[in-house]
Each structure stands twice: as C-alpha cells, then as structure tokens.
C-alpha cells in the first residue's frame, strides 16, 4: 500500500527552479540602494507573491499526488503541545542568537535591506503594519509549507540539511548563505522532533517579528 504521506520528489523540480532563478536574479542586480524595505509596499507585494506562488505550488503538488494533506504537510498539531513550546523557544533563542552573532561578520540584515534603520514617519506606520503581517507570518507560513512540508515530503534522505541548503539559497544572498542555512537546520530539527509544521511556523514567525520589533525600537 502506498504511503500516504510520500510525494514524489519531482514535485521539487520546479520549486527548485524558482529558488535558483531567484537567486541569478538577485546575484545581477544592484541591491546597493536597498534600505528600509518594510517600509516600501512594492517590496512587501513582491515578497508576498513570491511566497504565495510557492506554497500554493507546495498545496496543488499534495492535491495532484493524492496524498493525505495533513499528514503529507504535517499540518496536525503536535502531540505534546508544552514540549513543542519549548522547543519553539529554544529554536528562537538558538536562531537569533547565531544571527546576531554573525551580523557583525557578514551584514546580512544591511545587505538584504529589509530592516528598519530608522523609526517609521507618516504613512510608513501602515506600512509597518503591514510588514508584519506579511514578513512575520504569511512569509514564514508559505516558506515552512514549502521547504519543511512539500521538502521533508519528497525526500527520504537527510531532509533537513537538503532543506536547510535550499532554504539558504532561496534568500539569494552571499551574506545570508550561513545565517539561513542554521536556521533552516534549526527548523528542521524542530520539524522533525515534534512531526508537525506548526512549531516552526511558529518560530519563523517568532524570529521575523521580533527582529522588525527590535529593529524599530532600537532604531528610533
């Protein structure tokens, strides 16, 4: 009997695609001039679609396999729901800790342009407002459905480092290569330890929201 949890690894193939693509287009264009990105909509639409496309990519290639679409995405509820907990906590504290110890090496955060550097003037409050909805939890919701639910679907083996590499490669930067790469080895681990997606949603969304938090705070 088939199991109904499996999806075939081709359904990678074209993620993989957009993930390399993306990362071309970023390595030829100048992101110099990229600064304060939550406080542009364009920058937030893109990122959106882009995540969007992606997911609903990871929904359709579960329908068409005719899996079990919760099982398939780990879209239950972990068990021990205080067990996960802490390990979503652990998970932030382990992810933020080796961002900000290697921003100081790589300027990841300078070189993606998406966090603030200074304090959000007028209109730009709603702007905010909307970055973190978009980057603190639809961006994170898409990515883990993608790369820690179709990923760890379609591949037996070593699925979190295979993950966490495409996952770096996905934020198409030199300088966010290493950062990304732990966390995805992070959210991976925490995939794997509690069997269910939601705990990494969680702990993306903790680490994206946090960061534009602190970043605002700290700037103004």
């Known amino acids: 009997m088939r199991d109904r949890s499996r999806i075939r690894a ?111 003037h007028g209109g730009e409050w709603l702007t905010l407002a909307a970055a973190l909805v978009v980057l603190g939890l639809f961006v994170p919701l898409c990515e883990e459905l993608l790369f820690r639910g179709l990923g760890f679907a379609a591949i037996d083996r070593y699925p979190i480092p295979i993950t966490a590499t495409a996952f770096a490669i996905a934020h198409a930067l030199p300088a966010l290569l290493l950062p990304v790469f732990v966390a995805g080895l992070v959210l991976g681990e925490l995939r794997r330890r509690t069997r269910s997606l939601w705990p990494g949603v969680a702990a993306h969304a903790a680490v994206n929201l946090i960061g534009i938090v602190a970043a605002v705070l700290l700037a103004g």
């Open 10 to 120: 081709r359904w990678l193939i074209l993620p993989g695609l957009f993930i390399a693509l993306n990362a071309i287009a970023a390595g030829t264009t100048d992101r110099g001039s990229a600064v304060n990105g939550v406080y542009h909509p364009g920058v937030l639409v893109g990122d959106a679609i882009f995540a969007a496309a992606l997911a609903g990519y990871t929904l359709v290639a579960a329908r068409i396999s005719h899996v079990n679409l919760r099982q398939a995405l780990a879209l239950e509820p972990p068990e021990n729901v205080r067990r996960a907990a802490r390990l979503v906590v652990a998970a932030v504290v382990v992810i933020a800790a080796s961002s900000l110890a290697l921003e100081p090496l790589l300027h990841g955060d300078r070189e993606q342009g998406l966090t603030p550097t200074r304090a959000p």
